[in-house]
């Protein structure tokens, strides 16, 4: 993933993001990628045990990690020891992409040239920044707001009120009125003294034919990207965190909120003000009860409700009386 959206120092390497650190090898870095994407000028990072798998094969040049899980790495990657991974990789983002950590405002906004976009609707107050691409028969409502270097494919519809930022979206994507999407997530490193910002580098990738109802917001991804799959439709006032990946042809209802970093397979169907916490796998044809609270994986085919959400059986049998 090559970042359009975010200014990058040109030059860095690994002594120069770790002075401190008595590093023994030096490297040239290009980017910062999750494990499973990092080629061998990346730095990445593991901070989590049941990113194991994930590890142990990873093309990364260098690693950010602790002591007690360097033994999952393979010997191919540099690993530089740390106590906190996570503060540790906000700096490095911090150096590489100097400007990530706050949503600046786009100075580049100016009402659309109506020569360069010649088949796309406008409606009125409609501001566009630089080396956006919108493609063919795309209407933009009134009020809306897209910020440089977005993409938008053919056939699209984004309503009124409307902020979009370092997104990609497919053809015939959908986007109905006050939708907030590309935008910083949650994230921070809690310190002593202050709360440390974690700079989000990702990008929202919404593909073909996706729907999402108005008032929802979805955020970027932290190094990773946010994606909605296709044909996936998003009802009003949803939220997703960064790094959420939810499959094809899912249905999500009403206020229902993703935490972080949560998988989401494909014909998964989630009902009213229902919650899943982060870094969850849920698994394809999977029907999750509204108002249901989501704490850990769900295999493939099933169907829970309740808080902690259970086998629908299992909670009509809790509840029966």
């Known amino acids: 993933m090559k970042s359009i959206f975010f200014f990058k120092k040109k030059k860095v390497t690994l002594k120069k993001l770790f002075p401190e650190n008595k590093i023994l090898k030096d490297l040239n870095i290009d980017n910062v990628r999750p494990l499973a994407q990092a080629q061998k000028n990346d730095i ?14 990873t093309k990364a040049g260098a690693c950010i990690t ?14 530089v020891i740390v106590k906190n991974v996570l503060y540790e990789l906000a700096k490095v983002l911090g150096k590489i992409y100097m400007s990530a ?7 580049t906004l100016k009402k659309p040239i109506k020569k360069k976009y010649k088949t796309v609707k406008f409606g009125n107050n409609v501001l566009i ?11 933009i409502g009134s009020n809306s707001i897209i910020e440089h270097d977005v993409k938008i494919g053919d056939n699209c519809v984004i309503g009124s009120g409307v902020i979009i930022k370092n ?10 009125d006050n939708c907030k999407i590309g935008l910083k997530g949650f994230g921070f490193i809690p310190q002593k003294n202050k709360n440390i910002k974690f700079p989000h580098i990702g990008r929202v990738l ?3 034919d996706a729907e999402i109802g108005s008032g929802c917001t979805i955020d970027r991804g932290s190094i990773d990207d946010t994606i909605i799959g296709s044909n996936t439709y998003l009802d009003n006032q949803v939220h997703i965190a960064h790094n959420v ?12 909120g993703f935490a972080g970093s949560a998988i989401i397979g494909d014909k998964v169907s989630i009902g009213g003000q229902a919650g899943i916490s982060g870094h969850l796998k849920i698994g394809n044809n999977v029907k999750i009860g509204g108002g249901s609270g989501v704490v850990k994986d ?3 085919n099933q169907i829970v409700m309740g808080y902690p959400a259970v086998p629908l059986k299992d909670f009509i049998k809790k509840n029966k009386n």
Not at 245 to 256: D, F, L, R, T, Y
């Open 298 to 300: 769900i295999e493939d």
């Open 129 to 139: 920044g630089k080396n956006v691409q919108i493609g063919k028969n795309s209407i």
């Open 101 to 107: 950590d706050i949503d600046y405002p786009d100075l």
């Open 66 to 79: 602790t002591e007690n899980l360097k033994k999952y790495l393979n010997n191919k990657t540099y690993v």
């Open 206 to 208: 919404i593909y073909d």
């Open 44 to 57: 990445t990072f593991f901070d989590k045990s049941n990113y194991s798998s994930e590890a142990q094969i």
């Open 167 to 176: 997104s990609i979206f497919g053809d015939r994507v959908v986007v109905q």
């Open 245 to 256: 990946k939810i499959g094809a042809n899912c249905m999500i209802a009403g206020q229902v």
